[in-house]
């Protein structure tokens, strides 16, 4: 996730990052510009349609469908935009659960108790990095060094990586129960938190896996491809080669609202405006080896 702050206004105006839109659509902007200096040639030229023909009035309509699409573009934002933040919250909870199972937990484990407490040091925020791996659809080992835990070390990566680690937690939580480590009545204590792990992963998965339906999202692009295309034959006879330039315009903001959309509707990716999975989970890290 890229950090900034809002309040600088100049430069965020003559900053470019490479996921910028202006970047990703610079060629379709040129062409669609070339395109529209063609149309406008032929119209002032050849056609002049606009002098006898009823698409003098086509502009008129034109502005009508540009204010409907700039309404579906609204709501496509503002979905979109719900999938990030609830992804964020998700992340917030897990942070809150973290700390509050180790700060459970160092206070029923005895003191002197280092091997326990070293397994729950390591556990808990390996769910964590663990969870960002799967969610990115990449390998979900992750390989401790330390040989006293060989429930954390050996990981298969073939299975839900996330509910191996949860289980181990909750399997060493039993065991402790058995012990005599803990009483029942602290075995319920902690529950909760080891449970919402299990909670906040599928919830992250429903976002991953459910994403905007496929005919929603190809209707807004033909919808944005075919304002853009009829826009030079709208506006060309009143405009003239300024067309060229309304249009490339035009079709950059429309462009960058759904590619914006795009990229925040998954926001367990890899760009730069997606969260800070990485962070989040060195920061449960950081706050639980001080508190356990």
Same mark, same amino acid.
């Given at each position: ?17 490479? +996921? =910028? ?8 902007? @040129? #062409? /669609? $510009? ?122 298969? +990566? =073939? ?8 289980? @181990? #937690? /909750? $399997? ?121």
């Amino acid at each position: 996730m890229r950090i900034y702050n809002p309040k600088e206004w100049f430069g965020i105006l003559f900053q470019f990052h490479k +996921s =910028d839109t202006l970047r990703k659509l610079l060629g379709l902007i @040129a #062409i /669609i $510009a070339i395109y529209s200096g063609i149309i406008a040639y032929l119209e002032i030229n050849y056609f002049k349609t606009h002098e006898t023909s009823p698409l003098k009035n086509f502009s008129v309509m034109h502005t009508i469908l540009g204010m409907a699409l700039s309404l579906l573009l609204v709501f496509r934002t503002n979905t979109a935009y719900d999938r990030w933040w609830e992804g964020r919250k998700l992340w917030g909870a897990l942070v809150n659960n973290s700390r509050n199972l180790a700060l459970k937990l160092t206070t029923l484990l005895d003191k002197d108790d280092e091997y326990n407490r070293d397994f729950f040091r390591k556990a808990i925020p390996m769910y964590a990095f663990v969870l960002k791996e799967h969610l990115q659809a990449e390998s979900t080992r992750y390989m401790l060094d330390d040989a006293d835990h060989p429930e954390l070390k050996n990981l298969d +990566s =073939d299975k839900h990586a996330p509910n191996q680690v949860a289980k @181990a #937690i /909750i $399997a060493r939580a039993v065991q402790l129960h058995k012990e005599g480590v803990i009483s029942g009545e602290q075995l319920l204590f902690i529950n909760n938190e080891v449970s919402s792990f299990t909670d906040i992963c599928g919830a992250c998965e429903r976002i991953k896996n459910t994403p905007i339906p496929y005919s929603y999202s190809a209707f807004i692009k033909k919808f944005i491809f075919t304002y853009i295309m009829t826009m030079p034959i709208a506006y060309s006879f009143s405009l003239g080669y300024l067309v060229m330039l309304v249009v490339a315009i035009v079709f950059y903001v429309l462009g960058s609202l759904e590619l914006i959309a795009e990229e925040i509707e998954d926001p367990f990716g890899k760009d730069s405006n997606d969260l800070p999975m990485e962070k989040i989970a060195g920061n449960i890290e950081k706050h639980v080896a001080e508190i356990i």
